[in-house]
């Protein structure tokens, strides 16, 4: 009878040792993933922060934009507003490459050898 509850006694701590590294492995790799998610997740807000930033700082720099003069104006010189809609949003200019289309980004291209 001793020997049988000696046996039960080891296994017991044998188990409570498993357990207590078992939690503790389980404990760090939560920690890991909470603190890698955090991260993963602080990254694209701090870039539009520093972008944000950027821009207000570029816009108290700035002159007042053409735009805003014709609306104050507009009852006095109809024409004005036309020209200021047209300078407002510029066309693409014809300097720039039109991007590729899936299938033609996904074809590898011929490179002269």
């Given at each position: ?18 357990q ?37 700082s ?6 007042p ?49």
């Amino acid at each position: 009878m001793k020997r049988e509850v000696r046996e039960r006694i080891k296994i017991y701590i044998r188990n409570k040792r498993i357990q207590k590294r078992f939690f503790a492995v389980l404990s760090v790799l939560s920690l890991v993933v909470a603190l890698g998610t955090f991260y993963a997740l602080s990254i694209p807000a701090l870039t539009l922060d520093d972008e944000a930033a950027v821009g207000i700082s570029e816009s108290a720099e700035a002159s007042p934009s053409p735009s805003a003069a014709p609306s104050a104006q507009a009852s006095a010189n109809p024409e004005m507003i036309d020209e200021a809609e047209s300078t407002a949003s510029p066309a693409p200019s014809s300097s720039q490459a039109p991007e590729p289309t899936p299938e033609e980004s996904a074809q590898p291209s011929a490179s002269p050898s």
